[in-house]
């Protein structure tokens, strides 16, 4: 069922080719004192650095810059940010990159203005914002997160070996963001693939998940459609420019609150992924389908049902003369022929994780409620065994 | 292609049971002048009425009431609505209804403060708004239009015999919109059907209708299952709130501008429609279902493919061992057989178009690019034909 919502997207959308000639009147709406952040030097490579400079300059910006936001980004450069942005006493926080730089810039934002350590207050003890928020804005470079268009933003603690995600409220939200599907050509096939996963999952975690199906369900199951066909197009052509901005278009709006709605969520495929994170320092997406298939098997007899219909409306699994069993594994074999196809990591193995690291990832993933089956640790640890295989 | 899109929508949702608890919050945001719009007497009989002002006189708002707006609102209505808009000072509109007080309410909102003839301004020349906006807000009662969350207006001039809708910018979107599914309950069958199928052509309108298939089709496609299964539910049991919730829903994102991106449009169903409600004033829905498919058979040849994707993706025709042709002809019947399960009507002669008044709503029926086939006068004249049999 629905139920209630509360439904507002405060972020604008600049969709599509030189979609950045609308940064300069978008500026023109905050202060003068710019917080330049960015990943590694991919965008002076590439020329968007210098085009983001220049339009900076030419709207009478002063420019303070915060390099170097790791793919997985750390307590301790969070605090470098804050530290920046207030030194720079600024007004707005430009972020250019992947999920990662839009999720850190968010979190500098509610935290340069924050008297307490904000790792304990908004990451471990998940308070709501009471202090000064910086507007920030995104260029996009790289697509999965939903980054640029939600509240969410993961950081991670390599002394407690803790990753955390904290989705704040839509004060927090970009105000605006960019999306040049023409700026995501260039990352490595690896990273492109992860991304791709990353939405699939974003998509799945709500997907099966609630008592129903309801409006949601139908959208979602057109998001994934969407995203399979273009992505295996994106594979073979990473410059085919329709599938990128297709799969751009499909990550925006399968993690910014809408495909939410009536949906419950517990999430448990991040938890873990990102637990597996925290330890190995893999590429996100990567974490997550390498538990994907053998989570999804483990909750299947818990929602048969739902994982029938998925195997039906979104992998075309023809039902006729098949139990319902044999429909949702077709569904699942499909899914995981569709993730060999697109190249993603299928065992935690591959990425690093030792028999010796499985308790410990164990022990850091939070477990929710809210899927077809709450998980306990044993759970969890069957299903990182079974993915060192 | 998806190609350049800005996106912005900044009205608030609220939605589900006793969401009207939410208006008192945000009423506190506006002054103390309201004008409340609406329709008949339905909502007094409901005692939505008496809750709403009981509301607003708890906010310490002085209400001006502009009552009687009728399902096609009139360019004489209007200049009454603006009359009491000024004579009030009014600074906020509270629209509770349908689709036809939501339109009536925001071209009031525009056409107040301006000082030419508005009918003229922003009707025939449709000329963008440079005059001060009030501001409104929206409790529906009824769906179909998704006048609640675009910036839609649809005014008639029964001495020209016009109807005409101008679809104006984000700044006169609906700031907050209240829908509980509940009220939805009380309208008769009839005008619920038709609401239903005024949804169907939102989709479909903006599906058939681009050079290729993009996530916005997918979108779609999710959108009309979820609302072709909920529909055949509701007309049963039309206090099914799982059923009617999620057509209230699919209702809001039919037309609220995301899945236009990237489709052209040229809203061909609409406009015929319209004309032939300028004739008979028949309710808005009835006139689009019943040249629906008419319209559709005669543009099939166009975009033959799309139509064989229609019938596979959202009617489940099994295309096994058919030719193009047969399967897109099959997703149609399967569409007029859903069409007559749920009771809308199929004849423009149903309506009371008389054939004396064909030739008139040729003329009145503006026309545009972007569908599959650019229609001209005889090929309208057609198809009415076709619907008089």
Redesign the interface.
Known sequence: ???????????????????ID?LKEELANYGDNVLLIYGGGSIKKSGLYDQVVSILKASGKEIFEDAGVMPNPTVDKLKEGCLRAKEGNVDFILAVGGGSVCDYAKAVSVSAHCDEDPWEKYFLRMEDVDNKIIPVGCILTMVGTGSEMNGGAVITNHETKLKIGHVFGENVFPKFSILDPVYTYTLPQYQMVAGFFDIMSHILEQYFSGE?D??S???????L??LI?SAKIAVKNPTD??AR??IM??AT?ALNT?VA?GKTCDWMVHMIGQSVGAYTDATHGMTLSAISILYYKWIMPYGLKKFERYAINVWNVNPEGKTSLNIAQEGLERMEAFMQEIGVVLSIKELGVTEEMIDGIVAGCPIFNGGYKVLDGEDIKEILLESMK
């Open positions: 069922m629905l139920g209630s919502i509360i439904y507002s997207n405060p972020t604008k959308l600049y969709f599509g080719e030189n979609s609308f129903d309801n409006t369900d139908y959208i979602m199951e057109g998001l459609k969407s066909h420019y329709e901005s297709n278009w499909t709006w809408l709605k």
